[in-house]
């Protein structure tokens, strides 16, 4: 693990600060590594070197910068951009250095105002040698009598090699002492730890191949991304530290401490001490920014943390601690029915990126995804055996069959892009692209499987149970989700869906053997189930309920009931006294937007007894005792009084989720019929007929591999019912559903498009939102040498804006990066100085604030 070390001069101040940087387990359970920042000490100028700094400081200026340091930048062929560099002696003048004694910058403004530009020695295009060039080759640095400038070069001649340190680069470490005694905080200023990414070329993709990449490597890559706001062949650009086989940070990026540093999340006990910043929009750097209510004394030790925001907010719900997660409506990957939600969203994202590919986008997709993750995981697949089940050959077997999976989806965009008669089909282009994709079929699987383990089967079982899965969403919504489907429903789709799977994609053989092997399998499961239920509800509905073991009763409740998710129970449906608020729950002519719908069917029990048998209520559930809410939850049996039946009356009326409670203490009978249609047959029937082709071969004489009738029989259900029951579709158990809403984010504010946000799609970190505004940064701007930038972001927002003074135009704030560079160029190419630049461009107020400069 890296460890680093770092002497800072941070502020106004010349004082050196001495940290060491170690990565070690988190503060945070389950979290792993962390940075930790230790302060080791600080070092402050000598008395005379101190007096002598602040001397000379007065004598100088911070001059803004010459043409050979404006930023150049190089462009490879596949788009990737380089910032260039000029260095050299005396290079950009004044020995390289922004401080320039008055003396000497005011010989430079005297040139400046004969029209001549000392500071570049550049022309436009086709210029002639003008007198400009004569000004700058005469000009001889040494014939400005300049004392002040003839001190600080002598100073620094005599340090040899070594550097040397402060703004004017006159000090060495034998003019510092100790001093032990002496805080550090550097709010608003902050320093460097390092940079974050990219450290290789092939970390900087387009969207369009990132978002492949972590489909494929199980969405790992998203935890580690950034997105710039520098584009990569006319598209958003992604900076990706992980390895293209692997979805793993590479080993260059684990050299590097930023990595190491942990997110606040939702934690409000954690405080955020590091920002994130890119340079030259293509590079993200990590800084450290203590504020003094948190100033560090020698031997400090602090985690450091960053706030990536509303934009990291799809990991943190993957990893189980988003905000949804603390709600209760949805939980981590760990759980497999809310892993395959978000799953599914993804691959109909997928999907539609396919869907919208031009052939040429098509054909750079299928050559990055074939030699940087295809082949890698092919020869790790070949070496596959039976004794060795780590995640890394779990997530090869999972990448493969995703490749397959995508490789279908490309086959079928290609045959309608060739179907378009203006297409030549005979291309070799196009004949490449369907060779490479024909190559991507997983025809090894079944010989693999066989080879596998019973754990390495189990997740290539479940990544196949997800595609067919994937495809009866529509009709079987929320696949393994507990608030959704009973436990033994959930069973079932999984036995039911891994069944298929081997007989689709992993077993070998004669098509009808296998096929009738299937649905004997199908009938066995859907048969188990439903002897399942009725034991349950025979349990339940038994009159010496009381009788019955209490391990067989727990058992029977873990088999029938749901998850119930916390929700909130708003007072106005509990202490409604006219009970219209209650009795909705059966018509739903009102939506009840929050509420458990097991606590209030007791509430509703109760009205119902009240109003049937004639008695006056003695309390106001919710009011006279506290409504809790049951964690598991059974569908229940209601019998209406055939005088007050309707046919109006939704399906709800005849069934109701109830507390457990209600169940073990025989208040409530338990709904059989609903269990057999809604989770037995609804989850056999849905797959069977949508993911497999029943019909018989020309050796069959007969359709006795699977029908409805013959299902029907096996769990003892009447057909007509059961066909009465599919065309209703899948019934949400939790009802009213609940509504997830949102927390507020400034992701999602008016605010406009902010760095790194994508709507949909993976969401990259970004910087967190504060209540009022902040300022970030205020100090001389490294990429414009000489001008001093303001960072302070927005209230409310992760925006951030950017202003810029110089010395030389007094009461001017320049507004934007595109301003500045407007001044910078009209100087270059004209040949003035900064004040007749900006009177030129003054009237554009859209780039300028402040007072009205006149010559």
């Not at 073991?549 to 029938?560: A, E, F, K």
């Not at 009738?709 to 009465?724: H, P, T």
């Not at 790194?756 to 969401?763: H, N, P, Q, S, V």
């Amino acid at each position: 693990l890296p460890t680093q070390n770092l002497t800072v001069m941070c502020g106004d101040s010349e004082s050196l600060y001495d940290f060491r940087v170690d990565v070690k387990q988190s503060s945070i359970p389950n979290a792993g590594h962390g940075a930790f920042l230790t302060y080791l000490g600080a070092r402050v100028l000598k008395a005379k070197p101190a007096a002598r700094s602040l001397r000379l400081l007065k004598e100088h200026i911070i001059e803004h910068a010459v043409g050979t340091q404006n930023p150049l930048v190089a462009e490879t062929l596949g788009g990737r951009k380089l910032s260039v560099t000029l260095t050299g002696d005396n290079l950009h003048y004044n020995d390289n250095s922004i401080y320039w004694s008055k003396n000497r910058s005011d010989k430079f403004m005297e040139v400046q105002s004969n029209g001549d530009n000392p500071r570049t020695k550049l022309l436009p295009p086709g210029s002639r040698k003008s007198s400009r060039d004569s000004a700058i080759e005469s000009f001889d640095e040494n014939e400005v009598q300049c004392k002040v400038h003839k001190e600080v070069r002598n100073l620094r001649e005599k340090m040899s090699d070594e550097n040397g340190i402060g703004f004017l680069g006159i000090h060495t470490e034998a003019d510092y002492r100790v001093d032990n005694d002496k805080q550090f905080w550097s709010y608003p200023n902050a320093f460097e730890l390092g940079r974050y990414g990219p450290h290789r070329p092939e970390d900087r993709k387009t969207t369009l191949h990132f978002d492949f990449k972590n489909f494929i490597l199980n969405y790992e890559p998203s935890e580690w991304s950034y997105e710039i706001p520098e584009p990569i062949l006319n598209r958003r650009q992604i900076v990706d530290i992980t390895d293209n086989d692997t979805g793993k940070v590479h080993s260059v990026a684990r050299g590097h401490t930023p990595i190491y540093v942990n997110e606040v999340g939702h934690n409000s006990k954690l405080h955020s001490n590091v920002l994130i910043r890119d340079k030259n929009d293509r590079s993200v750097y990590y800084y450290v920014c203590i504020e003094k209510e948190r100033a560090m004394k020698k031997g400090d030790t602090v985690e450091l943390f960053v706030d990536y925001g509303d934009h990291y907010e799809q990991v943190r719900e993957r990893k189980g601690y988003g905000q949804v997660n603390m709600s209760e409506q949805l939980g981590g990957d760990e759980e497999d029915g809310a892993r395959l939600q978000r799953n599914f969203h993804e691959r109909e994202e997928v999907e539609k990126d396919i869907s919208s590919l031009k052939i040429c986008e098509m054909f750079h997709l299928v050559e990055f995804l074939t030699e940087k993750i295809l082949n890698p995981i092919n020869k790790s697949i070949g070496s596959l055996s039976t004794g060795q089940s780590d995640l890394h050959r779990q997530g090869d077997l999972i990448a493969r069959r995703r490749l397959d999976w995508v490789g279908e989806k490309l086959a079928e965009r290609i045959l309608k892009y060739v179907a378009d008669p203006l297409v030549d089909n005979s291309s070799e282009f196009i004949s490449s692209l369907k060779e490479s994709v024909l190559k991507w079929r997983f025809v090894s699987m079944p010989k693999l499987f066989n080879q596998l383990n019973p754990e390495l089967r189990k997740v290539l079982l479940g990544e196949l149970s997800e595609e067919l899965l994937y495809q009866t969403r529509s009709r079987l919504p929320n696949p393994l989700n507990e608030i959704v489907w009973s436990n033994i429903a959930i069973d079932l789709t999984r036995k039911t869906t891994h069944s298929m799977a081997q007989y689709l994609y992993c077993h070998t053989g004669p098509v009808n053997a296998r096929k009738r092997h299937l649905g004997e399998c199908l009938m066995s499961h859907a048969k188990y189930a439903a002897e399942a239920v009725r034991n349950g509800s025979n349990a339940f509905n038994n009159l010496n309920i009381k009788s019955i073991p209490h391990v067989d009763v727990d058992y029977h409740i873990n088999g029938l009931s749901f998850k119930s998710p916390r929700r909130k129970i708003e007072k106005k449906n509990l202490l409604d006294g006219s009970k219209e608020k209650m009795i909705s729950l059966y018509d739903f002519q009102h939506t009840i937007r929050f509420g458990t719908a097991a606590a209030m069917a007791d509430i509703q029990a109760y009205y119902d007894a009240v109003e049937l048998c004639g008695i006056d209520q003695y309390y106001i559930p919710g009011k006279t005792r506290r409504v809790s809410e049951c964690k598991r939850s059974i569908v229940s049996q209601y019998e209406p009084n055939c005088t007050n039946s309707s046919g109006n009356r939704s399906p709800q009326f005849y069934w109701m989720a109830r507390s457990v409670d209600t169940f073990t203490k025989g208040a409530a009978l338990a709904n059989e019929k609903w269990y057999l249609e809604n989770q037995v047959l609804a989850i056999v029937h849905i797959l069977a007929s949508t993911c497999v082709d029943w019909n018989p071969s020309s050796e069959e004489t007969g359709n006795d591999l699977y029908s409805l009738e013959r299902l029907c029989g096996e769990i003892e259900l009447d057909v007509n019912d059961a066909k009465k029951a599919l065309s209703q579709g899948a019934t949400n158990p939790v009802w009213p559903a609940s509504e997830i809403t949102a927390v507020y984010s400034p992701a999602l504010s008016d605010d406009g498009p902010m760095k790194g946000f994508r709507l949909e799609r993976r969401k990259s970190r970004c910087r967190t939102a504060t209540s009022s505004a902040q300022q970030l940064y205020k100090g001389s701007d490294a990429e414009f040498p000489g001008w001093t930038v303001k960072e302070t972001q927005r209230a409310n927002s992760r925006h951030v804006d950017r202003y810029w003074t110089h010395p030389e135009l007094e009461g001017v704030m320049v507004r934007s990066k595109v301003g500045l560079n407007t001044l910078l160029n009209y100087m270059q190419v004209n040949g003035v100085g900064l004040k007749s630049a900006y009177e030129k461009n003054r009237e554009t107020t859209k780039y300028f604030s402040g007072v009205k400069m006149r010559r």
